[in-house]
């Protein structure tokens, strides 16, 4: 059975821990991108309803002429 030197473990835990955090930044960066990309189509959803009524209601005012 080898020894384990306390440089290796700490080595080992160090590693263990900087792959952790890669892995949450990563997490973090995709919820940002969803996010932000939720965000806009939500946005862009709101205001293709707002040109939408906006066309009914002119097409509106002419049928009344």
Known sequence: ???WS???KAQGAIEYLL???AAI????????????TMTAG???GT???IDY???VSDLNKLRKF
């Open 25 to 36: 930044v990563v997490v973090v960066v995709v919820i940002v991108a969803l996010t932000g």
């Open 53 to 55: 009524n906006k066309q």
């Open 1 to 3: 059975m080898p020894k």
């Open 19 to 21: 792959i952790i955090g």
């Open 42 to 44: 939500k946005q862009q």
């Open 47 to 49: 205001q293709g309803n």
């Open 6 to 8: 306390m440089e290796e």
